[in-house]
């Protein structure tokens, strides 16, 4: 099991945006002084939800800055670029820090993002598979073409490879998330690990990790690489030593930002949208991931993993907010949660 933070840079109400990315940079930071596995990070436009906007961009800037956490995007949204710029980074990356950078794509949502980088709603709705088939092409061969309904270029070769010969690292890992069947169904049949939501529970995420093997096998993937699978979940973390001041220290903060923050996103083409109640969706996170006590973090940390079959962890531990006191849960995660799941 491998435990990692997950980075939004959350701008809270009555904080700055700068405020919001120093605590991101420091809680990564944090994150490899206590022994975590891998910092994800997460990526959005144009709200208070998430401050980073380019997390392949501040992935750059963590890994330079550590020397043993792994830095992954959780997620970089496919369909507001182009697969081969994001492709040419992510191998950047990969040969620049020895390995140790991970790249998670996903879908996004319907949003204005997609009329302010010209990709349009089709991308969003339609273009998600030729855009990752041509990323992963340009991560596994020497030379890449494309004659797709909306990419066409002649072949151009591919600089810097990810891996130039069998005997070096294959390239950087590539994480979708996954939030529907058809999205599972996807991963699945090109052999790639998902990323689950925080709003989902242990039974589902143990259903869809059941699906993409139920795919994986119908399109021939090995039985070691089918079980072999390490699947990412995300959740929340705040560690205290009562439960109920972890779970208070959260609804004392998350509502009000994701009142603010996801109440931000604006649809590209004006459908209607529905927002979940924010102190009700911050008790549901309370009761569905480790928040409490070291020892009921860790407990639940292992029944998830056993449940579900995920086998990594990407925590949000900046719930409360605060700088001093996400560097803290983030310490306190390293050193008495940790040590009881191994």
Wanted: proline share 6%; hydrophobic share 40%.
């Amino acid at each position: 099991m491998r435990v990692g933070s997950f980075v939004l840079g959350a701008q809270f109400p009555g904080q700055g945006q700068g405020e919001a990315l120093h605590r991101a940079v420091r809680s990564a930071e944090v994150a490899e002084e206590a022994g975590l596995d891998t910092a994800w990070l997460a990526e959005h436009h144009f709200v208070p939800y998430g401050t980073c906007p380019s997390a392949v961009t501040l992935a750059a800037l963590l890994l330079g800055r550590t020397r043993r956490l792994r830095v992954g995007t959780a997620v970089s949204v496919l369909p507001t670029v182009h697969p081969v710029a994001l492709a040419e980074q992510a191998a950047l990356l990969h040969v620049t820090s020895g390995g140790r950078f991970s790249l998670g794509v996903g879908r996004g949502g319907p949003w204005v993002d997609l009329e302010v980088f010209g990709a349009g709603l089709e991308a969003y709705e339609k273009g998600f598979p030729e855009s990752l088939d041509l990323l992963l092409r340009w991560l596994r061969e020497p030379a890449v073409g494309a004659s797709g309904d909306r990419y066409r270029f002649r072949e151009v070769p591919v600089v810097p490879r990810p891996s130039e010969s069998l005997s070096e690292e294959p390239g950087p890992e590539v994480v979708v998330a996954c939030t529907s069947p058809s999205s599972v169904r996807l991963a699945a049949e090109r052999g790639l690990p998902m990323l689950l939501g925080m709003h989902v529970g242990d039974e589902e995420k143990a259903e869809m990790v059941a699906l993409w093997r139920r795919h994986a096998r119908a399109a021939g993937r090995a039985a070691a690489e089918v079980h072999g699978a390490a699947h990412v979940s995300a959740g929340v973390c705040q560690i205290a030593d009562r439960r109920t001041d972890a779970a208070e220290t959260l609804l004392k903060a998350m509502p009000g930002w994701l009142r603010q923050g996801l109440g931000a996103h604006v649809t590209v083409d004006g459908r209607a949208r529905r927002m979940r109640d924010p102190h009700a969706y911050t008790e549901l996170l309370c009761g569905l991931h480790p928040v409490g006590t070291p020892r009921l973090c860790a407990d639940r940390l292992a029944a998830t993993g056993e449940r579900t079959g995920v086998s990594r962890f990407a925590l949000l531990v900046e719930g409360s907010g605060d700088l001093a006191a996400t560097e803290e849960n983030v310490r306190r995660l390293g050193a008495e949660v940790l040590p009881q799941l191994r």
